[in-house]
Structures are given as C-alpha cells and as structure tokens.
C-alpha cells in the first residue's frame, strides 16, 4: 500500500504491523502517522531497532515541505 511505503521511506521503519500501527491511528494521514512515529521515541537513534524500525530522522521533515 502507498501510504506504508511513504511511511516506511520517511522514518526507515521496515516493520509493517508498526506501519499499519502509526497509520490507522492518524486516520491514514502520512503525515500525521510520522510525526506520531518519532514523537513516541521509535525514530531516536541511528540502529536498526528490535521491531525492525531505523532509529534516526533521516527522512523525518520530508513530507513537511
């Protein structure tokens, strides 16, 4: 699906059901669903994570153009 890939591409998170998570909790709103991801501390540091997220903000302010 489009949305979890955005998802996916802006906060490195390669964890669907953590995906799936961010997004139906936003209303499916991208934008909303990444600032929730690295508001709660899933994007905090420069590791693969055990839910299989990329702990940084690489890609963090991307959809905030």
């Known amino acids: 699906d489009a949305a979890k890939l955005e998802f996916a591409t802006v906060t490195g998170c390669r964890d669907p059901a ?3 998570f961010y997004l139906e ?3 499916g709103d991208v934008a ?3 600032e929730a991801f ?3 501390g899933d994007g905090g540091g420069d590791d693969i994570n ?3 997220c990329k702990a940084g903000k690489e890609g963090g302010g991307a ?3």
Do not use: I, N, T
């Open 50 to 52: 055990e839910s299989g």
């Open 18 to 20: 953590k995906a799936l």
């Open 25 to 27: 909790s936003s209303g």
């Open 38 to 40: 690295f508001e709660h």
């Open 63 to 65: 959809l905030h153009q």
């Open 32 to 34: 909303a669903a990444v």
